[in-house]
């Protein structure tokens, strides 16, 4: 019973718990989701504003060349050195080339500034950067192609905003490595699967602790009396076997059950009342175990009836026991309950005989007790 009770809460706890994460890790691959669009859809709007911005640098020198203050060759080498120098991020760069196929400012290949571009890339290269320059006549845009980051040969994934400076016929662009952009998604995954995974642990962690102490508490009112604190019927028998197997393994030793019941019981009920039988009870269980060994089993069998399973070595040990057990000298602590007396019988496991045989025996004797009048032992003859 106690068994069942806590492999059952254990397992209803096991669904609860994989239940949870379940939902927690959707919850986090949903957010997951959403947060890597977001991002994606920032970094975009991150280049797209850079690249308008870097328009803005240009348009700048561009105005100071217009108002005499820099010629014209001046605003164009200032504009290009100041985007050679902007850089952003990890990787950020922004590059300049022309309409008619020149490459004016690359931070990443200087040496070939002022060069046709097809002096400087392969055909596919060549195609796309003619590519940028469609996009950016029709008003800017972005364009996904493959780029060598800084300092590397091979190629990653790169998504770059291009825009035009109309009036000297430029081209600038900038973007972002979209490695980069994920390896960010995949850090703040992880960051949080790791928060997801330390405050599910605490939260495992804390209900199994609080499932325990709700299982103990529940074995405990399964097996306990909670008037006498004595052992229930049921523990009786989840345990007999044990017993059992005990007395078979134990040469020295014998198994005695010991059955007692309160005389007159009714009477006492009837004349001071069910609190004070309670009481009664409650005094008895506690004296019972006052008497008893740790390793005996006691046990309230049904209302007054009382059963001290024991492995003694000798009947004169097991009398002396049930004498002192019959004579409960709770009166003296709690001198306003009436005395009352006990009938005991007593029988000792045969050989190869099962529980229920030396129970029922013992359940005899006591009736055999209760008709020699009461207030007495009777144990089987051997
Ligand atoms: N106060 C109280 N009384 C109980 C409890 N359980 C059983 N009883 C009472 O115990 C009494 C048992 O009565 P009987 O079976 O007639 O036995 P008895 O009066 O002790 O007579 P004998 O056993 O023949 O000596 C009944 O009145 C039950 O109501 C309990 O938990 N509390």
Known sequence: MALSINSNIKRKLGWMVATTFGGLLLLLIFFHHTFSDNLHREKRHQSKSLATASIGVINSFYSQFLAGALTEVDAKHLAQTALAQATYDQCGYFWIHDLQGNLVMHPMAPEHAGQPIEQWLNKEGVTLF?????????????????????????????????????????VV???????DSHKEIERSFIRSLEVLAIVFGSIVIVSWI?????????????????????YTRRYLNETQDLFVRHDIRDKASHLYVIFLDIDYFKNINDRYGHLTGDAILSNIGHWIRQQTRADDLCVRYGGEEFLVMTLATSHADIINLTERIRHPTYSNTHPVLP?????????MRQPEEDFHSVLSRADQLLYKAKRQGRNCVVMDSI
């Open 210 to 230: 609080l499932a325990r102490r709700f299982t103990l508490q529940l074995e405990e009112l399964a097996i306990r009396d909670p008037l006498t604190t004595l």
């Open 173 to 179: 662009g900038t973007g972002i490595y979209l490695e």
């Open 130 to 170: 003619k590519r940028f320059d469609d996009t950016a006549q029709q008003g800017g845009g972005w364009v996904e192609y493959q780029w060598p980051k800084p300092g590397e040969i091979t190629k990653s994934p790169k998504l770059s905003y291009v825009a035009l400076f109309e009036p000297w016929q430029w």
């Open 339 to 347: 005395k009352v007396t006990l009938s005991a019988g007593v029988a």
